[in-house]
């Protein structure tokens, strides 16, 4: 049953735009639970320069059913040209838990 589901990782600007985003999955039931971690800070190349941003990091999980339209949602809703979006096969979890993910993406 675990192998159904995702975690995606998606960073985006701090304050309420990550919110925004975070409501935005879980309204339109693409996401069962999107926990927003504030205080990340990345470091990366984007078009020849070196740059800095302060961000927070969702953690969107969501099932590999609904990760086409996930995808597709957060192309047409966040402000970065490219967001990121990475998807991680859950492997394992509890049992509890996993049915909650479940009942919660109908």
């Not at 099932?63 to 998807?87: C, M, N």
């Amino acid at each position: 049953m675990a192998s159904a589901f995702r975690v995606v990782l998606i960073t985006a600007p701090r304050g309420k735009k990550a919110e925004l985003l975070a409501r935005g999955l879980v309204t339109e039931r693409l996401a069962a639970c999107v926990n927003v971690v504030p205080g990340v800070v990345s470091h990366y190349r984007w078009q020849g320069r070196l740059c800095r941003d302060a961000e927070s990091l969702l953690l969107v999980k969501t099932s590999a059913a609904k990760l086409p339209a996930l995808k597709r949602w957060i192309a047409s809703h966040h402000p970065y040209t490219v967001p990121e979006a990475l998807a991680l096969k859950v492997e394992d979890g509890s049992k509890l838990y996993l049915q909650w993910l479940a009942g919660a993406l109908k």
